[in-house]
T-cell receptor, first 118, second 118 residues
């Protein structure tokens, strides 16, 4: 079946502009996660949703970053007034939530959006 | 605070030989999960294998196995019979314990770049 999809795959923007990154999770997956990955490093958690509820946004760097998932499916990560330090790969992942854990908690990642802020 | 350490920035292995990628973790919680992901040069994040903290046996998935030593807090990935296509970045990750009924974020190590030589 279809995996996690993200769009756009590449985004180049000028400093000060707003950007919106989209994630479409695997069908039936109720948990959705956003991560940011700098070059040569592992991904870092930003925020996550169960259905439409944002459960944890502790990783969002500052209030220029926000995310929503209004209908419990597609999610949008928005960065306002972008800065050069926001340049990174932004990854979305989804999982079939199971409280007790196990393989159904595995997070499956999308291809990412490479954001470059000039 | 939870932490994942991958001490090998780069590894080389001859095709058809086995290789071990090291991962140590630090947590005081008794319940946690450990994952390995592969990131080829194309940039995808591919799930390889999962080990739960209460699992009695080491996880195996085809040519991948996880050498789980709980007392030493290590979760090394073993790739048997290396193939040229195994050349990639490998990330170890730990899932934080459940909060409010669900599991959430993954914490990633810095990664190990594996090069398989013919």
């Amino acid at each position: 079946g279809a995996g996690v999809s993200q769009s756009p795959r590449y985004k180049v923007t000028k400093r000060g502009q707003d950007v919106a990154l989209r994630c479409d999770p695997i069908s039936g997956h109720v948990s959705l996660y956003w991560y940011r990955q700098a070059l040569g490093q592992g991904p870092e958690f930003l925020t996550y949703f169960n259905y439409e509820a944002q459960q944890d946004k502790s990783g969002l760097p500052n209030d220029r970053f926000s995310a929503e998932r209004p209908e419990g499916s597609i999610s949008t990560l928005t960065i306002q007034r972008t800065e050069q330090r926001d340049s990174a790969m932004y990854r979305c992942a989804s999982s079939l939530r199971l409280d007790r854990g196990g393989h159904t908690d595995t997070q499956y990642f999308g291809p990412g959006t490479r954001l470059t802020v000039l | 605070a939870q932490k994942i350490t991958q001490t090998q920035p780069g590894m080389f292995v001859q095709e058809k030989e086995a290789v071990t990628l090291d991962c140590t973790y630090d947590t005081s919680d008794p319940s946690y999960g450990l994952f390995w992901y592969k990131q080829p040069s194309s940039g995808e994040m591919i799930f390889l294998i999962y080990q739960g903290s209460y699992d009695q046996q080491n996880a195996t998935e085809g040519r991948y196995s996880l050498n789980f030593q709980k007392a030493r807090k290590s979760a090394n990935l073993v790739i048997s019979a290396s193939q040229l296509g195994d050349s990639a970045m490998y990330f170890c990750a730990m899932r934080e314990p459940a909060r409010a009924g669900g599991y959430n974020k993954l914490i990633f190590g810095a990664g190990t770049r594996l090069a398989v030589h013919p």
